[in-house]
Nanobody
Framework: QVQLVESGGGSVQAGGSLRLSCAAF????????MAWFRQAPGKEREGVAI???????TYADSVKGRFTISKNSAKNTLYLQMNSLKPEDTAMYYC??????????????????WGQGTQVTVSS
């Protein structure tokens, strides 16, 4: 089974930046869709960004223009660059993966594989 391990979370001031990483082990090259999700206490889980096998990306409206999802297949690593952070970005961030991926795959698709999460806290 694939294993996903996130890192890079922490505490930052509003307006600051963080770069999250997700290292994939196992069936990485078969995981053609990879995504970032987040969940704050008392709130629903929210899809943040997805990157597909063709390199196309989709972002939640709340992070457009501030966050960038990317991957380095040679290093088996997924990234989320987060700029201009706001207090409402505070959440546990998770990376996720699925094998089947098409141009129609999106953040509401099923993701069988998940990382353990990394905490992001943005203070005002």
């Amino acid at each position: 089974q694939v294993q996903l391990v996130e890192s890079g979370g922490g505490s930052v001031q509003a307006g600051g930046s963080l770069r999250l990483s997700c290292a994939a082990f196992g069936y990485y090259y078969s995981m053609n869709c990879m995504a970032w999700f987040r969940q704050a206490p008392g709130k629903e889980r929210e899809g943040v960004a997805i990157i597909r096998s063709d390199g196309s990306t989709t972002y939640a409206d709340s992070v457009k223009g501030r966050f960038t999802i990317s991957k380095n297949s040679a290093k088996n690593t997924l990234y989320l660059q987060m700029n201009s952070l706001k207090p409402e970005d505070t959440a546990m961030y998770y990376c996720a993966a699925r094998e089947a991926c098409s141009s129609y795959s999106n953040l509401n698709s099923g993701f069988p594989y998940w990382g353990q999460g990394t905490q992001v806290t943005v203070s005002s």
